[in-house]
């Protein structure tokens, strides 16, 4: 047999991209791919409102805080009126009243713009300050998770549609112009698919 013979009888780089067992790893790979990035995106959005809720009842919490310090500066403001008043007509009920200030107020007392200067507030508030910028963080999180699950269902309507084509080629007869762009779709779609994954 001549060297002439063996190449025409030797498969198109054609026909060996479009045969059966290429089609059939493309179709396995996209499948998976399909599966575990749905799976992915499941996850995310899952994730995803837990730590809504989880931001919700940490802004509930701080709005809570809130409204207790609130309250505990109303008692402040009373008692040091109170304190006030009496200094000077009547030191052992003032000195009640002093021994009934919070911890905040009494060591604004100590300072010389006190009392009720910005520190004072700062401290009264700082507990529900905190829960607040948690509350925060969460929602941030919550949104990140929420833009991930998008971003992966995308990826697996691309993949989808790849796995559809590479799929729908196997109806085709081998070697033809139309399975093999189909194949080449599918493979596209799942390097895409695999880049966009790896990005996330």
């Given amino acids: ?8 009888t030797r498969p198109s780089l054609k026909n060996r991209l479009s045969s059966d067992g290429v089609l059939g790893a493309l179709v396995a790979m996209l499948s998976i791919l399909t599966a575990f990035v749905g799976y992915e995106a499941y996850l995310a959005d899952d994730n995803s ?13 701080s709005n809570t805080m809130y409204l207790e310090a609130n309250q505990d500066i109303i008692v402040d403001y009373s008692q040091f009126d109170n304190y006030y008043v ?13 021994g009934n200030f919070s911890l905040a107020l009494a060591n604004s007392m100590e300072r010389e713009d006190g009392p009720f200067d910005e520190p004072y507030y700062d401290e009264m ?13 969460t929602f941030d999180e919550a949104k990140n998770l929420g833009d991930a699950a998008e971003e992966f269902q995308f990826i697996m309507l691309i993949s989808a549609v790849g796995l559809a084509l590479s799929a729908w080629s196997s109806l085709v007869k081998p070697g033809t112009t139309i399975r093999l762009t189909f194949m080449i779709i599918g493979i596209v779609a799942f390097v895409f698919s695999v880049g966009a994954y790896v990005i996330v």
């Fill in 1 to 8: 047999m001549s060297d002439q013979e063996i190449t025409t």
């Fill in 49 to 61: 409102n837990d730590m809504q809720i989880e931001a919700i009842k940490a802004l509930t919490e």
């Fill in 86 to 98: 009496n200094l000077g007509e009547d030191d052992e009920l003032a000195d009640y009243f002093y």
């Fill in 125 to 137: 508030f700082s507990d529900a300050e905190v829960i607040y910028e948690q509350a925060l963080e």
